[in-house]
T-cell receptor
C-alpha cells in the first residue's frame, strides 16, 4: 500500500512568517510530486509540481524534493491570511503522474 | 471554459436508495478520475478512466459502487444500495493525457449524506 504522510497540524503562523509544510512518501519509485491547496468547502487546486531533487520556486511558494529521504516540503514565504487552507501533498505512482496518492492534508491558519 | 461540472452538488438520501453522481470533464481532457473525501480517510482515488476506458478501479470500496464513462464528455458513479458510511464528498477530476500533463482539474464535488 503506497502511503503519503503529512505533518498532522494544524499549523498556525503569524502573517508575514514562513509556513513550512512537510510530506513523506513510501514508494521509492515515485517520480512526480504535487502540492494542492483546498479552501474549506472547496475543491483541491494545484499550486506546485516538482519532479527533480532540489528546490522549485514560484512566487512566494517553494517546493523542495529529496528523493533519497523520500521527503517533499512546501514553504510559503510572507504568509498571508488568504493562504489559510488545507494543503494536500500528492505523489504520482505507476512510473508517472497518472495516478495520485494524496496525504490527508495539513490545515494552515495564517493569523493577521 | 466551464471547468469540470458535477451534479448534483448536494444529495441527501436514505439508506438502501440508489445514488447516481454525474460528471462532465473539461472538453479535450482524456483522463477522468473519481475521488472520495472524508475526514477520516482523506482524499481517496476510487477509479480512473483513460479515453473512456476504466484503467484502475482498485479503489472502489465494494460491489455496491460502479462507474461508467459512455463517452468522452460524461461519466457516472453509482452507489446501490447506499449506506450511511458512504457519506462523503465525491470529486470528479480530469486532465489531458501524456507525460508531465499532470494537472488534475477538480470539479466542485458532490456532498452526499446517507441517512
Amino acid at each position: 500500500q503506497k502511503e503519503v504522510e503529512q505533518n498532522s497540524g494544524p499549523l498556525s503562523v503569524p502573517e508575514g512568517a514562513i509556513a513550512s509544510l512537510n510530506c513523506t512518501y513510501s514508494d521509492r519509485g515515485s517520480q512526480s510530486f504535487f502540492w494542492y491547496r483546498q479552501y474549506s468547502g472547496k475543491s483541491p487546486e494545484l499550486i506546485m509540481s516538482i519532479y527533480s531533487n532540489g528546490d522549485k520556486e514560484d512566487g512566494r511558494f517553494t517546493a523542495q524534493l529529496n528523493k533519497a529521504s523520500q521527503y517533499v516540503s512546501l514553504l510559503i514565504r510572507d504568509s498571508q491570511p488568504s493562504d489559510s487552507a488545507t494543503y494536500l501533498c500528492a505523489v504520482g505512482t505507476q512510473g508517472g503522474s497518472e495516478k495520485l496518492v494524496f496525504g490527508k492534508g495539513t490545515k494552515l491558519t495564517v493569523n493577521p | 471554459d466551464a471547468g469540470v461540472i458535477q451534479s448534483p452538488r448536494h444529495e441527501v438520501t436514505e439508506m438502501g436508495q440508489e445514488v447516481t453522481l454525474r460528471c462532465k470533464p473539461i472538453s479535450g481532457h482524456n483522463s477522468l478520475f473519481w475521488y472520495r473525501q472524508t475526514m477520516m480517510r482523506g482524499l481517496e482515488l476510487l477509479i480512473y478512466f483513460n479515453n473512456n476506458v476504466p484503467i484502475d478501479d482498485s479503489g472502489m470500496p465494494e460491489d455496491r459502487f460502479s462507474a461508467k464513462m459512455p463517452n468522452a464528455s460524461f461519466s457516472t458513479l453509482k452507489i446501490q444500495p447506499s449506506e450511511p458510511r458512504d457519506s462523503a464528498v465525491y470529486f470528479c477530476a480530469s486532465r489531458t493525457g501524456g507525460p508531465r500533463q499532470e494537472t488534475q482539474y477538480f470539479g466542485p464535488g458532490t456532498r452526499l449524506l446517507v441517512l
